[in-house]
C-alpha cells in the first residue's frame, strides 16, 4: 500500500472556480501534514502547513481528518498561476524525512 | 526571504564518474536533506543530516552517495561511479526550529535543484 496515495488528476478548471484535491496517508502515526506546490521542472514550494483545526491562507483552505487519514486542499477562484502539481506530503515525526504523495496536477484554463 | 541554493543547475557526466552536488543551506537552520526525484516520479528521501553527522538514509542511499558539511554554510552530496539510473533532479533541504512564516517546525524548504544527466 502506497505510504501518500493521490488522485493524479489532471484537473481542468475554468479561471473562477473552486477545487478540491484529496490525499490519503496510512501511517496512522504520522505528525505533520503539507501542502507543496511544484512546478514544472521545478523544486517544491512550500504551499501550507496543515493543522488538525484546519487551516486557511487566503484563497487555499486545507484540513485534516486523523480519523479517516485524510488531508484535503480547497482552492477558491482559481487564477491561471495555479496551474502546477500539488504535492501532499507527511512527516512521520519531527526529525524523519518527508514522505511525498505524486501530485495531483491542475490545469486553470482562461 | 531567505532561500535555499544549490549549484550547478544542470551536471551532465559520463557513467563511471564523480559528481559533487553543492548546496547552500536557509543559514540559521540545523537540519539539512537530500532528495531526488526522477523525472515523472516522485520526490524521495535520500538522507537527512544534522549535527555535523547522517541522522537518517534511505535504501537508495548505497556506498556510492556520501555527504558532507566542510564549512559553516555549504552541503554536499557527492557520488562516486555514477550510474545511468541516477540521473534525476537532485534537491538539497533544509529546516530550522520553526518555519519562516512562523508556522510548524518541520516545514522543509527546498532549493532549485541540480538536474543529474549520466550518459
Known amino acids: 500500500r502506497k505510504e501518500v496515495e493521490q488522485d493524479p488528476g489532471p484537473f481542468n478548471v475554468p479561471e473562477g472556480a473552486t477545487v478540491a484535491f484529496n490525499c490519503t496517508y496510512s501511517?496512522?502515526?504520522?505528525?505533520?501534514f503539507f501542502w507543496y506546490r511544484q512546478d514544472c521542472r521545478k523544486e517544491p514550494k512550500l504551499l501550507m502547513s496543515?493543522?488538525?483545526s484546519g487551516n486557511e491562507d487566503g484563497r487555499f483552505t486545507a484540513q485534516l481528518n486523523r480519523a479517516s487519514q485524510y488531508i484535503s486542499l480547497l482552492i477558491r477562484d482559481s487564477k491561471l498561476s495555479d496551474s502546477a502539481t500539488y504535492l501532499c506530503?507527511?512527516?512521520?515525526?519531527?526529525?524523519?524525512?518527508?514522505?511525498f504523495g505524486k501530485g495531483t496536477r491542475l490545469s486553470v484554463i482562461a | 526571504e531567505p532561500e535555499v541554493t544549490q549549484t550547478p543547475s544542470h551536471q551532465v557526466t559520463q557513467m563511471g564518474q564523480e559528481v559533487i552536488l553543492r548546496c547552500v543551506p536557509i543559514?540559521?537552520?540545523?537540519?539539512f536533506y537530500w532528495y531526488r526525484q526522477i523525472l515523472g516520479q516522485k520526490v524521495e528521501f535520500l538522507v537527512s543530516?544534522?549535527?555535523?553527522?547522517?541522522?537518517?538514509k534511505s535504501e537508495i542511499f548505497d556506498d556510492q552517495f556520501s555527504v558532507e558539511r566542510p564549512d559553516g554554510s555549504n552541503f554536499t552530496l557527492k557520488i562516486r561511479s555514477t550510474k545511468l539510473e541516477d540521473s534525476a533532479m537532485y534537491f538539497c533541504?533544509?529546516?530550522?526550529?520553526?518555519?519562516?512564516?512562523?508556522?510548524?517546525?518541520?516545514?522543509?524548504?527546498f532549493g532549485p535543484g541540480t538536474r543529474l544527466t549520466v550518459t
Open positions: 533541504a533544509s529546516r530550522g526550529n520553526r518555519g519562516l512564516g512562523g508556522g510548524s517546525p518541520y516545514e522543509q524548504y
Open positions: 501511517n496512522s502515526a504520522s505528525q505533520s
Open positions: 496543515v493543522y488538525s
Open positions: 506530503v507527511v512527516n512521520h515525526s519531527g526529525n524523519t524525512p518527508l514522505v
Open positions: 543559514s540559521n537552520h540545523l537540519y
Open positions: 543530516f544534522y549535527n555535523n553527522e547522517i541522522s537518517e
